[in-house]
C-alpha cells in the first residue's frame, strides 16, 4: 500500500524543518512545501526530452580503444539533432562519427555509450543562479548503443536533411573526413532534476512524450 502523500509530507517537514529548541522558521517551511509539491509535479521522461532537443551538442562515453588509455572512459563532443522535418523532437539522437575520432573506433570494438545532457549547455542553471552541479540542475544520462543508419533505408535522408539543417557546417565534414550518420538505440535513461536522486526512465516512456 502507498503511503499517503500528506504523511509523506509530515515526514519531510520533520526531518527538514528545525525543531522549536532552535526556533520555528515560517520561511523554511514555506521553502520545503514548495520542492515538495514541486517535486511531485516532475516530469521526468518529458525533462529527457526537453533536455534533448534544446542541446546542439552531448558528452559522449565510450570506453577507449586508444593505447595510451584502452580500457579507460573516453569523452567527446558530439553534435546532435533529434528534429523531424518541422524542427519538432522526435527523441531519436542522431549524430556523425569518424573512424579518424575517439569514438568511431570504440563503439566499434565495444558497442556501449552514454550521452550526457545538462540543463547548463544552454546556460539556463547559470541564468537561474544554479550551480552545473546541483541537483535542480536537470541533467540527463542516456545509455545504449550506437546504430550506424543504412543510407538506403527510408529514415536516412530525413534525418540526415534536419541534421545538416541545425549544423550546416557538417556538411563538409562528410565529403572530407568519411562521417557517417548515426542512432542512438536507447537502452536506459536516468535523469536527475531534483533532490534525492536520479530517476529512471523507460525508452518507451521517453519515446511516448508529446510535444
Known amino acids: 500500500m502507498k503511503p499517503c502523500p500528506s504523511i509523506l509530507l509530515a515526514l519531510i517537514l ?40 534544446r542541446a546542439n551538442w552531448g558528452a559522449l ?32 539522437i542522431h549524430f556523425l562519427l569518424t573512424d579518424l575520432d575517439f569514438t568511431g573506433p570504440d563503439w566499434q570494438k565495444d558497442n556501449k555509450v552514454t550521452f550526457l545532457f545538462s ?19 536537470a541533467r540527463s544520462m542516456i545509455s545504449g548503443q550506437v546504430k550506424k543508419m543504412d543510407p538506403s533505408d527510408s529514415s536516412y535522408q530525413p534525418a540526415l536533411d534536419a541534421y545538416l539543417k541545425r549544423h550546416p557546417a557538417a556538411s563538409n565534414w562528410i565529403k572530407v573526413h568519411n562521417f557517417y550518420l548515426c542512432e542512438l538505440e536507447i537502452s536506459n535513461i536516468f535523469v536527475l532534476d531534483f533532490y534525492g536522486g536520479p530517476h529512471k526512465v523507460s525508452p518507451s516512456d521517453y519515446y511516448a512524450v508529446s510535444n
Request: proline share 5%.
Open 14 to 53: 520533520a526531518i527538514t524543518i528545525p525543531s522549536t529548541t532552535f526556533g520555528y522558521s515560517p520561511r523554511e517551511d514555506a521553502r520545503v512545501i514548495s520542492e515538495y509539491k514541486r517535486n511531485q509535479d516532475l516530469n521526468h521522461a518529458k525533462i529527457a526530452r526537453d533536455l534533448v532537443h
Open 61 to 92: 562515453g565510450s570506453l577507449s580503444t586508444d593505447k595510451l588509455v584502452q580500457g579507460y572512459p573516453m569523452v567527446n563532443i558530439i553534435s546532435i539533432d533529434d528534429s523531424d522535418a518541422n524542427d519538432n523532437s522526435t527523441g531519436r
Open 119 to 137: 540543463d547548463e549547455q544552454t546556460l539556463r542553471c547559470k541564468d537561474g543562479g544554479k550551480d552545473p552541479m546541483e541537483p535542480t540542475c
